[in-house]
C-alpha cells in the first residue's frame, strides 16, 4: 500500500508513542521506508533501538550527535510525508510559534512535503483555548491535523484528546497518497461568507456565516487538481491566494457581477455563500442620525445569483446550491434543486446541533438531480468538504 514511499515520523512525548510503534511497523511492512525523528521527552515513552529496529534506519533525536551536525533540512526533504504522532501539547505550541529548540522543530520547520500530525493530550489540555488556537494557527499554515478521538486517556478519565488509532493515521496516509487529480483541468467557482449590505457609512445588514464551509470546498477542489476561483464575501477565514483565485467583495450586487462574469469560463460552480437576500433601496452617505421616531427602511430583493447561474448553465456545467433551514428540510432542499436549476444542494439543518454557520463542523445531506439523498455524519468540515467533492466528481463525470 505504501510502496517506496518516504514517511518520516515524528514521535514527541507521549503515552500515545506506543502507539507509533505499531505505526511504524505497519508502514514498514507494507513498504514504506520511514525515518524516526524524537524529542528527548519520548525516549522516555519508548526507545530509540525499538524504532530503529522496527524502521531499519537509525533514529535521530538530536541537533549534534557525535560532534556531527543533524542535517535537519535533508530530512525534510527526504520525505514524501512527515507524521508528528504523537504530538503533545509542548510541541503543538512551538509549532503553532515557530519555536526551534530540538531537532524533531528544526526538521519541521525545514519540511518541503506535507505535514500531517495527530495530537494526544488529556481532555481539559484538549479543550484549552490556547491547544484550540494552536491547532487553528498550525491548520491554518497548511499542516493536516488528524483530529484526536474520544476515548479512555492515560489520566484514567473518559474524554477527548486520545490520539487516533494507527488504523485511522494509516487511512488518512492512504488517502492523500491515493488523492487523485480527478479534477485537473476543470475550472471551479466558489462563493463563501456572508454579504454586507451597506446601509449608511458605518452601519451594514449581514450576516454569521463565517466562509468556514465554503473555503474548505476551495481547498478541498485545489487538492483534486481543480482550477479555482472563489468570491469571498467579509470573512476572518485565511486563504491561500497563491493557489486560490479570490475576490473579496462586500455586497450580494459585487458578488452577483463577479459571479455572472466568471461562471461562463467554469465547470462547476459551488454556491456556499450565505448572500442577503435583500438590500437597502437607499444607501445613505451620511451616518443615519437618530431621532424620536422609528426609523422604516425600505428593502428590495438582491439578485439570487444561484438561480442566475441556474439559468445560463450549459448541458457540462455542474451547479451545487446550500439550503440553509429550520423546518421541512428536504422538502424545501429538494424544490430549490428544481427551482435554481441546480444539479446538487447541500442541506444543512439549524435543527442538527454542530451544523451551519460559524461552527467547525456541519452536518449535511445531499440531494442529486437524480434524486439520490445522503446523510452524512457531523464532521470537521474539511471532511465535509471532502464528501461534497466525491459527489461533485461523481456527477461531473456521470
Ligand atoms: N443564493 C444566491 N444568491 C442569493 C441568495 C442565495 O446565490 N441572492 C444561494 C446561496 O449561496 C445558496 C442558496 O442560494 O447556495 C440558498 O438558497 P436560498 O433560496 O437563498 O436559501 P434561503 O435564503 O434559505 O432561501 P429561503 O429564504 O427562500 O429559504
Same mark, same amino acid.
Not at 45 to 70: H, Y
Not at 180 to 196: F, N, V
Given at each position: ?53 522496527? =524502521? ?6 538530536? %541537533? ?39 531537532? %524533531?522543530?528544526?526538521?519541521?520547520? =525545514? ?5 500531517? *500530525? ?14 484550540? $488556537? ?12 488528524? !483530529?484526536?478521538?474520544?476515548?479512555? %486517556? ?28 480527478? %479534477?485537473?483541468?476543470? +475550472? ?5 461568507? !456572508? ?8 452601519? #451594514?445588514?449581514?450576516?454569521?456565516? =463565517?466562509?468556514?464551509?465554503? *473555503? ?10 481543480? $482550477? ?5 464575501? !467579509? ?28 461562471? !461562463? $469560463? ?40 444561484? +438561480? ?6 450549459? $448541458? ?5 446550491? #446550500? ?69 461533485? *466528481? ?5
Amino acid at each position: 500500500m505504501f510502496q517506496g514511499k518516504k514517511i518520516l515520523i515524528g514521535i514527541t512525548g507521549s503515552i500515545a508513542a506506543y502507539k507509533t510503534v505499531l505505526l511504524v511497523r505497519e508502514l514498514v511492512k507494507q513498504g514504506a521506508e520511514v525515518k524516526v525523528v524524537m524529542t528527548s521527552a519520548a525516549k522516555d515513552f519508548v526507545t530509540p533501538l525499538t524504532l530503529s529496529t522496527l =524502521s531499519k534506519n537509525s533514529v535521530t533525536a538530536d %541537533l549534534f550527535e557525535n560532534d556531527s551536525w543533524a542535517n535537519h533540512v535533508m530530512l525534510g526533504r527526504w520525505a514524501d510525508v512527515m507524521v508528528i504522532a504523537p504530538l503533545s501539547c509542548n510541541t503543538l505550541g512551538k509549532m503553532a510559534h515557530g519555536l526551534c529548540d530540538n531537532l %524533531l522543530l528544526a526538521v519541521y520547520l =525545514s519540511a518541503t512535503c506535507p505535514v500531517f *500530525v495527530a495530537p494526544a493530550m488529556d481532555d481539559d489540555m484538549w479543550h484549552h483555548p490556547s491547544t484550540k $488556537e494552536n491547532l487553528k494557527k498550525i491548520n491554518d499554515f497548511g499542516n493536516h491535523i488528524i !483530529p484526536a478521538e474520544k476515548g479512555e %486517556l492515560a489520566s484514567g478519565l473518559f474524554g477527548d484528546g486520545r490520539m487516533a488509532e494507527v488504523q485511522t493515521i494509516l487511512a488518512t496516509l492512504q488517502s492523500h497518497f491515493n488523492y487523485q487529480k480527478e %479534477l485537473s483541468g476543470k +475550472k471551479a467557482l466558489i462563493t463563501a461568507g !456572508p454579504t454586507y449590505e451597506l446601509l449608511d457609512p458605518v452601519r #451594514f445588514i449581514g450576516n454569521h456565516s =463565517s466562509g468556514k464551509m465554503g *473555503v474548505a470546498i476551495a481547498n478541498e477542489l485545489v487538492k483534486r487538481g481543480a $482550477e479555482v476561483t472563489l468570491v469571498l464575501g !467579509p470573512s476572518n477565514v485565511s486563504v491561500d491566494e497563491k493557489k486560490i483565485k479570490t475576490f473579496h467583495v462586500t455586497s450580494a450586487e459585487e458578488m452577483y457581477e463577479v459571479c455572472i462574469k466568471q461562471f !461562463p $469560463e467554469m465547470n462547476l460552480a459551488v454556491m456556499a455563500a450565505a448572500v442577503a437576500d435583500y438590500t437597502p433601496v437607499n444607501t445613505f452617505s451620511e451616518k443615519i442620525k437618530k431621532n424620536d421616531g422609528n426609523l422604516v427602511l425600505e428593502l428590495q430583493k438582491t439578485k439570487d445569483i444561484l +438561480k442566475s447561474l441556474g439559468q445560463i448553465k450549459k $448541458e457540462k456545467q455542474l451547479l451545487v446550491g #446550500f439550503a440553509l433551514e429550520t423546518k421541512n428540510e428536504a422538502e424545501y432542499a429538494k424544490s430549490k434543486l428544481k427551482d435554481k436549476n441546480a444539479d446538487i444542494i447541500v442541506l444543512n439543518s439549524l435543527r442538527d446541533k454542530g451544523a451551519g454557520f460559524g461552527t467547525d463542523t456541519n452536518k449535511i445531506t445531499i440531494f442529486e438531480k437524480s434524486g439520490a439523498a445522503t446523510t452524512y455524519d457531523q464532521k470537521d468540515k474539511a471532511l465535509v468538504a471532502k464528501d461534497i467533492v466525491d459527489v461533485i *466528481v461523481k456527477n461531473i463525470y456521470a
